[in-house]
């Protein structure tokens, strides 16, 4: 009888222990189920400066995550009792793996990690928002600040608010937008480039602020729901092609109304070096797709291929959006269907480095981009550029929307233009 109930015990034991909460109070042992929306945020890892300020720094952090109401925060008070219930000792726990698996005990989904350190009067911040199942940062941010505390405070904050960032979403007429990271690139396209134009000047450009590009080009569905109308040509492609001969001034109507009907004021088109940053997505060769574009990857003249390469078919109209496999950070057809507008008055390129490019104030013409239905492969190139009035309307002419991050300030689009009778020069086969 002995030996049965010792074989026994292994066995009661584990079902007291999955039995839940009830079991866990008459064992008055607490149990911490994971719970995904669930975070911690530890005191920061003051690398060098003033340790009292490893505190104050995780409280800004915890007053923006509970002012979001995207997660349920954990108050210190709670984590530190927990842990010392758990008997997990924080003393000496600064590696990241060490609160990733605070974290696990905690029962959290997810942790915020952060870092500072003090080097000849420069304060250099990093936070990690990392997932406790793999271990793995989502997503992290980085500021440097020359400033009293107030105003580091005030970078932390900002930082905060980066790691609440959403990777895509979609808005109320069904328009899908995927984050696009900060990042430094080569715009304008290589001496050595087969057929390149004079105004493809290789400079560095510096984008300093993340933002959402739309993955498919304006639909006809989605600009009919918001103007009440589709002057579309290829009418008979759906309402899931893209809308065509809209002006770039009916774009910004369009995107007036969605601010309106949103309550927002972050749609806008994207600057012409976002939509260059957004077309490579990493690549350093003509198109995304390497050096090559054949008419499976994407809605072009076929007839007329890169230099080089094999000739495809000439559809001749344009077709659903989604019809190719998207580049690698998830936009469709930003080679062909139609052009796409961008805010920018068009202008030489300089011939230095640039940061947040946003083109001159005035000007003819407006930048648009990524070839059409119509045009040769050259006219798909990522560096090919093309300028159009801004109150012209062409069935090869759309284009999609970027998105201001709301944690952002948002700047007011420039809409003032100039009206000219500049016929429409797109470049043609």
Same mark, same amino acid.
């Given at each position: 009888?002995?030996? /049965?109930?010792? /074989? ?52 800004? =952090? ?18 530190? *009792? ?6 997990? !000792? ?15 005990? !905690?029962? =959290?989904? *997810? ?34 600040? *020359? ?12 930082? /905060? *608010?980066? !790691? ?57 569905? %989605? ?21 065509? %001969? ?11 109304? !969605? ?117 040769? /492969? ?49 470049? %043609?086969?």
């Amino acid at each position: 009888m002995k030996k /049965a109930i010792k /074989a026994l015990s292994p066995l009661l034991f584990i079902i007291l222990y999955v039995s839940g909460p009830l079991a866990a109070e008459k064992m008055n042992k607490p149990v911490i189920t994971t719970v995904e929306n669930s975070i911690a945020i530890f005191d920061f890892e003051i690398i060098t400066g003033d340790k009292s300020l490893s505190r104050p720094l995780s409280e800004s =952090v915890i007053n923006e995550f509970s002012q979001s109401g995207k997660y349920k925060v954990i108050d210190q008070s709670n984590m530190d *009792k927990i842990l010392k219930e758990k008997k997990f !000792l924080m003393s000496g726990c600064v590696a990241e793996e060490c609160k990733v698996e605070a974290g696990r005990t !905690l029962g =959290v989904g *997810k942790i915020v990690n952060g870092s500072l350190s003090l080097e000849r009067k420069t304060y250099y911040l990093t936070l990690k928002l990392i997932d406790v199942k793999t271990g793995k940062a989502e997503i992290s941010a980085k500021d440097e600040c *020359k400033c009293e505390l107030d105003e580091l405070l005030v970078s932390t904050k900002r930082l /905060a *608010k980066k !790691l609440l960032i959403e990777p895509k979403i979609t808005n109320s007429i069904g328009m899908t937008f995927i984050y696009i990271k900060p990042g430094i690139f080569m715009m304008g396209s290589p001496p050595d480039e087969q057929r390149r134009d004079s105004d493809e000047i290789q400079h560095q450009v510096t984008l300093t602020n993340g933002f959402y590009m739309q993955t498919t080009e304006v639909t006809q569905k %989605q600009w009919q729901s918001i103007m009440k109308k589709n002057p579309s040509h290829f009418k008979n492609c759906g309402g899931d092609c893209p809308v065509e %001969q809209v002006s770039w001034n009916d774009a910004q109507e369009f995107i007036k109304r !969605l601010n309106k009907n949103e309550g927002v004021n972050c749609y806008r088109l994207p600057t012409e070096a976002e939509w260059e940053y957004a077309v490579r997505a990493g690549t350093t060769t003509p198109f995304y797709t390497g050096n090559c574009l054949s008419t499976d990857q994407a809605n072009y003249d076929g007839h007329y291929p890169f230099s080089g390469c094999s000739k495809g078919i000439h559809r001749d109209t344009t077709v659903k959006t989604r019809s190719f496999s998207p580049n690698a950070w998830g936009l469709y057809d930003m080679h062909g269907n139609v052009w796409e507008w961008c805010q920018d008055w068009k202008e030489d390129y300089p011939s230095g480095s640039v940061t947040d490019p946003a083109g001159p104030s005035s000007g003819l013409n407006r930048v648009n981009r990524g070839g059409s239905w119509f045009n040769d /492969a050259r006219s798909c190139v990522a560096a090919n550029r093309s300028d159009t009035a801004p109150d012209t309307r062409s069935l090869r002419i759309g284009f999609r929307l970027s998105r201001t991050p709301l944690t952002e300030k948002v700047e007011q689009p420039v809409t003032s233009v100039t009206v000219t009778e500049t016929e429409n020069k797109l470049k %043609q086969p």
